[in-house]
C-alpha cells in the first residue's frame, strides 16, 4: 500500500477478517452511507509486527447478504465517502470482465506498453478493432477474427488470406447458431 500512495494512486482493497487491525479513530457513518451496506468505518494502522505496519488508512466495514467486506482505502471520507467505496467495490467484477474481454480479444497476456498513456491506446485500438469487426460481420468479434487480422499485419498474410478467413469464420458462425 505504501508503494501505491507514493506513485499518488487511490485504492480500494479487500481485506482478510483475519487480518491485523488498529483501529486509532472511529468515523461516523451517514445515512447514505448506511443505505449502501456501510456499517462502520474507521481511520486504521494494519499489521501485526512494527516493520510490517501500514501507514493509516481508513477501514470501510461493508455488509452484504453474505458477509461483512472490510474495504480499505487511502482516501479521505469527504473525497470518497463510504457509500462511494461500496459501490466501486461492487462495481469490480464488471471492470474484472472488461479488461479480461481485452486481454482476450487482443489475444496477449500482457500489456505492450509500459505507460498509462500507452495502455490507454491499446485499449482504444482493440475497441476501435472489435467495433470494425462488429459493423463488418453483424457479430460480436472473437479471437479468431482477431487472429487474422494480426497475421495480417504482421505480414505473415496476404489480403487474399484474410478475406478467405473471413469468409470461414463467417460460415462457421452461421452454421453454429443454425
Not at 505480414?155 to 478475406?163: E, K
Amino acid at each position: 500500500m505504501a508503494k501505491l500512495e507514493e506513485a499518488g494512486c487511490a485504492y480500494v482493497l479487500r481485506l482478510r477478517e483475519t487480518a491485523a487491525i488498529e483501529v486509532l479513530k472511529e468515523l461516523k457513518v451517514s445515512a447514505r452511507d448506511r443505505q449502501s451496506g456501510v456499517v462502520r468505518q474507521a481511520w486504521v494502522v494494519l499489521g501485526c509486527k512494527r516493520r510490517y505496519r501500514s501507514t493509516r488508512v481508513r477501514l470501510v466495514w461493508v455488509e452484504t447478504s453474505k458477509e461483512v467486506l472490510l474495504l480499505v482505502t487511502n482516501q479521505e471520507q469527504h473525497a470518497m465517502p463510504g457509500e462511494l467505496v461500496a459501490a466501486l467495490y461492487r462495481q469490480r467484477w464488471r471492470i474484472e470482465l472488461f479488461f479480461r474481454w481485452i486481454k482476450c480479444i487482443l489475444g496477449c497476456r500482457h500489456w505492450l506498453a509500459e505507460s498509462p498513456r500507452g495502455v490507454a491506446i491499446e485499449i482504444y485500438l482493440a475497441l476501435i478493432a472489435a467495433l470494425l469487426l462488429q459493423l463488418y460481420s453483424g457479430r460480436r468479434p472473437n479471437r479468431r477474427m482477431m487472429e487474422l487480422i494480426q497475421l495480417y499485419l504482421l505480414g505473415v498474410a496476404s489480403s487474399q488470406d484474410l478475406q478467405a478467413g473471413w469468409q470461414r469464420q463467417l460460415l462457421h458462425l452461421q452454421k453454429s447458431k443454425a
